[in-house]
């Protein structure tokens, strides 16, 4: 499977990686704007077509397929350019700037039986894919809540905000763990530096009492990777930055009994083991590109394709509704 890379700033490079080491797939060109990147991909790779237009990329009869690793404004008209020209897309989150321009590819790529995959690299983490199968076991039982702190010191970004920047990672990880759809969002946030909000925190409303809460901020002291998944019966935390034991399941949970009478409510405290399951040591990029190939050969959609990308698009959309409005809810 021959791919054509579009961007070679600062997530392009692993795309190319990943995709060099790769029996069943080469990179055939690399376009990027920036003279400085082109002469580091020129470095790392002497035998392969580095070209500043992109266009060289789309039109070439050789390429199969291609990756954009560019930022989200320019998306829409890169991967349509790809579709139109032949080419299956793989494309950095978020998927689109707007969810009209997502429908538009989707339907695009339909009609010209071609694969979108979006780069929701940690659904393909061991630690994601634990999680999924405790869920699925009914390892935590009744769901109720999912909370995540993603904070760090920078990288400020110069066309979106912290909610478009980092949010995605943490609603693609929800929408696949959830399976079901948010109902409302209600989302806050400022602005301090540069005129994109820097600080935001979002709330969703799931079917069946589901919450999920997300705090994304580049004004941190420290930087914070941690998710609190709460289940009847057990509770999960993962700590992305721990070496080792990132995902801890707790036996701990409360029950509450009812007697005759109104305030005759008895509530107990449960706490039990802790243990720390086992997680698949891989890297996440190298398995999803992977597994990109394999959809393209096979002609199954995979999970995390354009559909996908769109419903974390109409979040993201709906969060800066609310954003504006300083908090209002919004239905999706």
């Known amino acids: 499977m021959k791919f054509g890379v579009i961007g070679y700033g600062y997530w392009g490079p ?42 060289d990329v789309m039109s070439s009869p050789d390429i199969d397929a291609v990756a954009i690793v560019t930022p989200v404004w320019t998306h829409y008209e890169l991967a349509k350019a790809a579709l139109e020209n032949g080419k299956h897309v793989f494309v950095e989150k978020p998927f689109t700037s707007n969810s009209a321009q997502g429908e538009e590819l989707i339907n695009l790529a339909q009609r010209k039986n ?23 076991e009914g390892t935590l039982g009744k769901l109720y809540y999912y909370d995540s702190t993603r904070v760090n010191l920078g990288l400020f970004q110069h066309d979106i905000n912290v909610l478009w920047d980092l949010a995605p990672h943490d609603l693609s990880i929800m929408d696949y763990l959830i399976r079901s759809s948010p109902e409302a969002i209600v989302a806050t946030g ?13 709330t969703l409303y799931f079917p069946d009492k589901v919450i999920a809460h997300i705090n994304v901020n580049w004004l941190s002291p420290v930087k914070v990777r941690t998710t609190l998944i709460g289940g009847e019966k057990r509770m999960l935390v993962w700590n992305d930055l721990e070496a080792d034991e990132k995902v801890k399941v707790y036996d ?13 409510l008895l509530v107990s405290y449960r706490s039990g083991d802790m243990w720390a399951p086992q997680l698949e040591q891989v890297e996440a990029l190298r398995q999803e590109m992977s597994y990109f190939v394999d959809c393209i050969s096979s002609g199954q959609d995979p999970f995390n394709d354009g559909c996908a990308g769109l419903r974390v698009v109409k979040m993201l959309e709906a969060a800066s509704e609310s954003l504006k409005e300083k908090g209002s809810l919004v239905y999706l």
């Open 14 to 55: 692993n795309v190319v990686r990943n995709l060099v080491s790769l029996e069943e797939s080469e990179v055939f060109a690399i376009a990027e704007m920036s003279p400085h990147a082109r002469n580091r991909a020129q470095r790392a790779y002497p035998g392969m077509t580095v070209t500043a237009d992109s266009a």
């Open 190 to 202: 400022q602005k301090h530096l540069n005129g994109y909000e820097d600080v935001a925190f979002i």
């Open 252 to 264: 701990k949970g409360v029950n509450i009994t009812s007697r005759e009478g109104v305030y005759d």
């Open 114 to 136: 071609l694969k979108i995959m979006v780069d929701h690299t940690f659904l393909f983490t061991g630690a994601v894919k634990k999680i999924s199968e405790l869920l699925d």
